[in-house]
Protein backbone atom coordinates (compact mmCIF):
# COMPACT_ATOMS: atom_id res chain seq x y z
CA UNK A 1 0.00 0.00 0.00
CA UNK A 2 1.16 3.84 -0.98
CA UNK A 3 -0.17 6.48 1.34
CA UNK A 4 0.49 10.06 0.35
CA UNK A 5 -0.35 13.01 3.04
CA UNK A 6 -0.76 15.72 0.33
CA UNK A 7 -2.07 18.80 3.00
CA UNK A 8 -3.44 18.58 6.38
CA UNK A 9 -4.29 20.74 8.77
CA UNK A 10 -6.91 23.05 9.69
CA UNK A 11 -7.21 24.88 6.33
CA UNK A 12 -7.53 21.66 4.60
CA UNK A 13 -6.76 18.33 4.09
CA UNK A 14 -6.20 15.54 1.45
CA UNK A 15 -4.58 12.27 1.26
CA UNK A 16 -3.89 9.60 -1.14
CA UNK A 17 -3.87 5.67 -0.13
CA UNK A 18 -3.32 3.44 -3.64
CA UNK A 19 -2.85 -0.23 -3.52
CA UNK A 20 -1.66 -2.21 -7.17
CA UNK A 21 -4.52 -0.50 -9.73
CA UNK A 22 -6.78 1.09 -7.38
CA UNK A 23 -5.86 4.99 -6.19
CA UNK A 24 -7.63 6.55 -4.02
CA UNK A 25 -8.16 10.28 -2.53
CA UNK A 26 -9.56 10.88 1.53
CA UNK A 27 -10.97 14.31 1.61
CA UNK A 28 -10.56 17.15 -1.00
CA UNK A 29 -10.23 20.04 1.43
CA UNK A 30 -7.42 21.98 -0.80
CA UNK A 31 -7.47 23.54 -4.12
CA UNK A 32 -7.66 21.79 -7.15
CA UNK A 33 -4.34 22.66 -8.07
CA UNK A 34 -3.00 21.16 -4.82
CA UNK A 35 -4.85 18.05 -5.38
CA UNK A 36 -3.38 18.12 -8.53
CA UNK A 37 0.61 18.69 -8.00
CA UNK A 38 0.60 16.56 -4.96
CA UNK A 39 -0.54 13.52 -7.44
CA UNK A 40 2.27 14.73 -9.61
CA UNK A 41 4.85 13.92 -7.16
CA UNK A 42 4.05 10.27 -7.40
CA UNK A 43 3.32 10.27 -10.75
CA UNK A 44 -0.14 10.11 -11.08
CA UNK A 45 -3.32 12.17 -11.99
CA UNK A 46 -7.06 12.65 -11.42
CA UNK A 47 -7.44 9.95 -14.29
CA UNK A 48 -5.66 7.69 -11.95
CA UNK A 49 -8.59 8.03 -9.48
CA UNK A 50 -10.63 5.08 -8.87
CA UNK A 51 -12.99 6.99 -6.51
CA UNK A 52 -12.79 10.44 -3.97
CA UNK A 53 -13.63 9.16 -0.14
CA UNK A 54 -14.95 11.91 2.03
CA UNK A 55 -15.30 11.94 5.57
CA UNK A 56 -17.44 14.78 6.28
CA UNK A 57 -19.04 17.76 4.71
CA UNK A 58 -16.79 20.62 6.53
CA UNK A 59 -14.88 22.85 4.22
CA UNK A 60 -11.43 21.77 5.17
CA UNK A 61 -12.45 18.86 4.08
CA UNK A 62 -14.54 19.21 0.71
CA UNK A 63 -13.03 22.77 -0.81
CA UNK A 64 -11.27 21.34 -4.04
CA UNK A 65 -13.59 18.84 -4.65
CA UNK A 66 -16.20 20.22 -6.71
CA UNK A 67 -13.49 22.02 -9.25
CA UNK A 68 -12.51 18.45 -9.62
CA UNK A 69 -15.85 16.98 -10.13
CA UNK A 70 -16.22 19.22 -12.73
CA UNK A 71 -13.13 18.41 -14.26
CA UNK A 72 -12.95 14.73 -14.09
CA UNK A 73 -16.30 12.34 -13.67
CA UNK A 74 -14.80 10.70 -10.46
CA UNK A 75 -17.14 8.41 -7.92
CA UNK A 76 -17.68 9.92 -4.21
CA UNK A 77 -18.15 7.43 -1.55
CA UNK A 78 -19.39 9.09 1.98
CA UNK A 79 -22.30 8.34 4.24
CA UNK A 80 -25.52 9.16 2.84
CA UNK A 81 -25.68 12.27 5.71
CA UNK A 82 -22.41 13.71 4.36
CA UNK A 83 -23.30 13.58 1.12
CA UNK A 84 -26.97 15.08 2.06
CA UNK A 85 -24.84 17.75 3.82
CA UNK A 86 -22.38 18.48 0.70
CA UNK A 87 -25.21 18.91 -1.80
CA UNK A 88 -27.40 20.26 0.32
CA UNK A 89 -25.32 23.62 1.12
CA UNK A 90 -24.43 24.32 -2.30
CA UNK A 91 -20.76 24.70 -0.87
CA UNK A 92 -19.33 22.52 -3.83
CA UNK A 93 -21.12 24.60 -7.02
CA UNK A 94 -23.08 22.78 -9.55
CA UNK A 95 -21.76 18.93 -9.93
CA UNK A 96 -23.39 16.05 -10.98
CA UNK A 97 -25.22 14.05 -7.99
CA UNK A 98 -25.00 10.85 -9.66
CA UNK A 99 -21.66 10.81 -8.77
CA UNK A 100 -22.24 10.65 -5.35
CA UNK A 101 -22.24 7.04 -3.83
CA UNK A 102 -23.81 6.35 -0.24
CA UNK A 103 -21.31 3.86 1.63
CA UNK A 104 -22.81 1.80 5.06
CA UNK A 105 -20.55 1.90 7.82
CA UNK A 106 -18.92 -0.96 9.22
CA UNK A 107 -19.08 -2.78 6.10
CA UNK A 108 -16.09 -3.66 3.93
CA UNK A 109 -15.77 -2.24 0.34
CA UNK A 110 -13.02 -3.78 -2.28
CA UNK A 111 -10.23 -1.20 -2.78
CA UNK A 112 -10.01 -2.64 -6.09
CA UNK A 113 -13.35 -3.45 -7.34
CA UNK A 114 -12.02 -4.35 -10.78
CA UNK A 115 -9.92 -6.60 -9.89
CA UNK A 116 -10.31 -10.48 -10.71
CA UNK A 117 -9.02 -11.70 -7.87
CA UNK A 118 -11.12 -9.75 -4.81
CA UNK A 119 -9.59 -11.90 -2.09
CA UNK A 120 -6.19 -9.71 -3.16
CA UNK A 121 -7.84 -7.01 -3.96
CA UNK A 122 -7.66 -5.50 -0.12
CA UNK A 123 -10.50 -3.32 1.46
CA UNK A 124 -11.97 0.42 2.55
CA UNK A 125 -14.21 0.18 5.93
CA UNK A 126 -15.77 3.50 7.13
CA UNK A 127 -15.98 3.72 10.37
CA UNK A 128 -18.50 6.11 12.62
CA UNK A 129 -17.01 8.56 14.64
CA UNK A 130 -17.71 11.31 17.33
CA UNK A 131 -17.53 15.09 15.38
CA UNK A 132 -20.11 17.72 15.47
CA UNK A 133 -21.23 16.70 11.31
CA UNK A 134 -23.90 15.20 9.92
CA UNK A 135 -22.42 11.62 9.74
CA UNK A 136 -18.78 11.98 9.85
CA UNK A 137 -16.62 8.82 9.69
CA UNK A 138 -13.05 7.70 9.66
CA UNK A 139 -10.94 5.09 7.57
CA UNK A 140 -9.24 1.70 7.85
CA UNK A 141 -7.30 0.27 4.60
CA UNK A 142 -6.70 -3.42 4.68
CA UNK A 143 -4.33 -5.85 2.68
CA UNK A 144 -3.73 -9.35 3.32
CA UNK A 145 0.08 -7.87 4.25
CA UNK A 146 -0.70 -4.46 5.87
CA UNK A 147 -3.31 -2.20 7.33
CA UNK A 148 -3.07 1.83 7.46
CA UNK A 149 -5.78 4.42 9.18
CA UNK A 150 -6.49 7.99 8.37
CA UNK A 151 -8.56 9.21 11.98
CA UNK A 152 -8.99 13.22 12.02
CA UNK A 153 -11.87 15.26 13.37
CA UNK A 154 -12.79 12.62 16.02
CA UNK A 155 -13.71 14.80 19.38
CA UNK A 156 -13.52 11.69 21.89
CA UNK A 157 -12.61 7.91 20.90
CA UNK A 158 -14.47 5.02 22.67
CA UNK A 159 -13.37 1.07 22.72
CA UNK A 160 -15.65 0.13 19.79
CA UNK A 161 -13.24 2.81 17.69
CA UNK A 162 -10.17 1.94 19.20
CA UNK A 163 -10.73 -2.22 18.60
CA UNK A 164 -11.51 -1.41 14.68
CA UNK A 165 -8.33 0.91 14.36
CA UNK A 166 -6.04 -1.09 16.40
CA UNK A 167 -3.02 -3.61 14.86
CA UNK A 168 -2.53 -1.01 11.98
CA UNK A 169 0.62 -0.45 9.94
CA UNK A 170 0.30 2.93 9.67
CA UNK A 171 -1.50 5.79 11.47
CA UNK A 172 -2.92 9.37 10.41
CA UNK A 173 -4.18 10.64 13.83
CA UNK A 174 -5.75 13.84 14.78
CA UNK A 175 -3.34 15.83 16.96
CA UNK A 176 -5.08 19.06 16.71
CA UNK A 177 -4.09 21.63 19.45
CA UNK A 178 -2.20 22.16 22.46
CA UNK A 179 -5.17 22.52 25.01
CA UNK A 180 -2.93 26.16 26.75
CA UNK A 181 -2.51 27.15 23.82
CA UNK A 182 -5.86 27.14 22.79
CA UNK A 183 -6.88 28.38 26.17
CA UNK A 184 -4.76 31.12 25.86
CA UNK A 185 -5.77 32.22 22.50
CA UNK A 186 -7.40 35.68 22.42
CA UNK A 187 -8.90 35.28 18.81
CA UNK A 188 -11.08 32.16 19.98
CA UNK A 189 -14.30 33.33 22.20
CA UNK A 190 -15.62 30.87 24.38
CA UNK A 191 -18.30 28.64 22.58
CA UNK A 192 -15.57 27.88 19.95
CA UNK A 193 -12.78 26.24 22.93
CA UNK A 194 -15.77 24.26 24.16
CA UNK A 195 -16.64 23.17 20.61
CA UNK A 196 -13.15 22.29 20.12
CA UNK A 197 -12.28 20.79 23.65
CA UNK A 198 -15.69 18.92 23.25
CA UNK A 199 -17.03 15.43 22.17
CA UNK A 200 -17.94 16.70 18.76
CA UNK A 201 -14.65 18.73 18.40
CA UNK A 202 -11.01 17.79 17.96
CA UNK A 203 -8.41 15.36 19.65
CA UNK A 204 -5.54 17.53 21.72
CA UNK A 205 -1.66 16.89 21.49
CA UNK A 206 -2.68 14.27 25.04
CA UNK A 207 -5.22 13.14 23.76
CA UNK A 208 -3.34 11.97 20.80
CA UNK A 209 -0.81 10.29 22.38
CA UNK A 210 -3.43 8.43 25.01
CA UNK A 211 -5.12 7.19 22.13
CA UNK A 212 -2.19 5.95 20.19
CA UNK A 213 -1.40 3.92 23.62
CA UNK A 214 -4.55 2.37 23.29
CA UNK A 215 -4.23 1.72 19.36
CA UNK A 216 -1.04 -0.35 20.53
CA UNK A 217 -2.35 -2.37 23.28
CA UNK A 218 0.28 -0.71 25.50
CA UNK A 219 2.80 -1.13 22.77
CA UNK A 220 2.69 -4.87 21.90
CA UNK A 221 2.06 -4.02 18.63
CA UNK A 222 3.77 -1.08 17.01
CA UNK A 223 2.98 1.03 14.08
CA UNK A 224 5.82 1.50 11.23
CA UNK A 225 4.49 4.79 10.92
CA UNK A 226 2.31 7.41 13.17
CA UNK A 227 1.55 10.67 11.30
CA UNK A 228 0.31 13.31 13.59
CA UNK A 229 -2.58 15.80 11.18
CA UNK A 230 -5.45 17.90 11.78
CA UNK A 231 -2.92 20.32 13.76
CA UNK A 232 -4.20 24.04 13.98
CA UNK A 233 -2.20 26.62 12.51
CA UNK A 234 -3.51 28.94 15.72
CA UNK A 235 -3.47 26.63 18.40
CA UNK A 236 -0.55 24.11 18.01
CA UNK A 237 3.11 23.80 16.33
CA UNK A 238 4.64 21.07 15.09
CA UNK A 239 7.49 20.75 17.64
CA UNK A 240 4.88 20.67 20.19
CA UNK A 241 2.61 17.61 18.99
CA UNK A 242 5.74 15.47 17.95
CA UNK A 243 7.44 15.95 21.49
CA UNK A 244 4.13 15.48 23.20
CA UNK A 245 3.77 12.00 21.10
CA UNK A 246 7.06 10.69 22.12
CA UNK A 247 6.90 11.96 25.67
CA UNK A 248 3.61 10.06 26.48
CA UNK A 249 4.49 6.65 25.16
CA UNK A 250 7.89 7.26 26.30
CA UNK A 251 6.34 7.25 29.49
CA UNK A 252 3.83 4.37 28.95
CA UNK A 253 7.48 2.56 28.60
CA UNK A 254 6.68 1.72 24.72
CA UNK A 255 10.06 1.34 22.58
CA UNK A 256 9.28 3.78 19.77
CA UNK A 257 13.01 3.43 18.34
CA UNK A 258 11.60 1.90 15.28
CA UNK A 259 8.63 3.59 14.91
CA UNK A 260 8.35 6.52 12.21
CA UNK A 261 7.05 9.43 13.66
CA UNK A 262 6.19 12.63 12.10
CA UNK A 263 3.99 15.63 11.34
CA UNK A 264 1.99 16.40 8.10
CA UNK A 265 2.69 19.30 6.63
CA UNK A 266 0.05 21.83 6.12
CA UNK A 267 0.74 22.88 2.67
CA UNK A 268 2.76 20.69 0.98
CA UNK A 269 3.36 17.02 0.96
CA UNK A 270 4.80 14.66 3.25
CA UNK A 271 7.06 11.83 2.96
CA UNK A 272 5.41 8.76 0.99
CA UNK A 273 5.51 5.75 2.27
CA UNK A 274 4.99 2.48 1.41
CA UNK A 275 3.72 -0.84 3.90
Not at 5 to 17: E, F, H, L, P, W
Not at 127 to 143: L, N, Q, Y
Not at 190 to 207: D, F, T, V
Request: glycine share 8%; proline share 4%.
Amino acid sequence: MHILNIASGSSGNCTYVGNGNAHYLVDCGISCKKVIAGLKKINLTLDDITAILISHEHIDHIKGLGVILRKKSIPVLATKGTIDAMLYSGSLGKVNDKLFMPIETDCNYSMDPYSDNPDDAGYIRFIPISHDAKEPVCFVFGTKTSKAVIATDLGVYDKRLVKCLKNSDYYLIESNHDVRMLEANPRYNYNLKRRILGEGGHLSNEQAGEFMIELTDNGKFLPKHIVLGHLSKDNNIPEAALQSMKNILNAAKIDISGVNIFTALRDEPSEDVYI
